[in-house]
């Protein structure tokens, strides 16, 4: 049986900084991208699947947000971020985020947390949901496993992909299961890696539309325009 994101990132929590210490290169181009195209003078943001919270309030620091909100399913990630003092922290998972009267500037849901979701509808489910906490002038900022990453698996092999997600359609193809390490644990696991026309016509489906796309390598961290060289990033609006 496959374990739960909850139960996973509750392991994962000890470890957390020495697992994303060890893609920093990505991260890093990630976050550059978020505050190089975030809007002007935001004053609030919601951090969505936040991990430990380290990132988000480092985010929330570059771009001089001072009212910040971290949610995560978890629950030991939970406690972690309750610790760095944010406005307000949820406990929930990014397709059941609530209805609220609140606002706000900036939305982040980094680090492929779109592909821990279970199915499509919970996607666009989560996507929906940020839409409605998201101010008239607010952007959105998401990064997603990209199935038709060649500077992953190779050119030959995302050829092929790309030819046969064409000719036949089917979004379950990007489903993976996986032994997922974790300290001394290993845990079985699913993630979903998505074409960039999947993730697309989820993104036009919850209602919102594309401002800038980018490709980052997993690996150096290097940026591209090119949708098959690197995890797909974007910015969305309403």
Not at 62 to 82: K, N, P, W
Not at 123 to 129: E, P, Q, S, V
Not at 180 to 199: C, N, Q, R, S, Y
Request: aromatic share 8%; charged share 25%; glycine share 8%.
């Amino acid at each position: 049986m496959n374990a739960s994101s909850s139960d996973i990132y509750d392991v994962l929590a000890l470890h957390y900084r020495e697992y994303a210490g060890k893609k920093s290169a990505y991260l890093s181009a990630v976050d550059r991208f978020i505050v190089d195209h975030a809007p002007s003078r935001p004053s609030s943001m919601l951090d969505v699947g936040s991990g430990d919270g380290i990132r988000g309030m480092a985010l929330a620091q570059q771009l001089g947000i001072s009212s910040v909100v971290l949610s995560d399913y978890s629950a030991e990630m939970v406690a972690r971020c309750r610790v760095l003092g944010p406005s307000d922290v949820w406990q929930t998972a990014a397709q059941e985020l609530p209805e609220t009267d609140r606002s706000f500037d900036v939305i982040t849901c980094l680090w492929n947390v779109m592909g821990h979701l279970p199915d499509r509808l919970s996607r666009i489910k989560a996507l929906t949901r940020m839409r409605a906490l998201l101010s008239p002038r607010g952007i959105i900022f998401f990064d997603v496993n990209n199935r038709h990453n060649a500077a992953a698996y190779g050119w030959v092999k995302i050829l092929g992909r790309i030819i046969i997600d064409t000719m036949q359609h089917d979004d379950r193809r990007g489903d993976a299961s996986f032994d997922w390490k974790v300290g001394d644990k290993v845990f079985p696991a699913m993630g979903h890696l998505f074409t960039p026309a999947e993730i697309e016509t989820i993104i036009r489906e919850s209602g919102l539309q594309v401002r800038e796309r980018i490709a980052v390598d997993y690996t150096s961290g290097m940026v591209s325009r090119s949708p098959l060289r690197g995890q797909l990033v974007y910015s969305l609006s309403l």
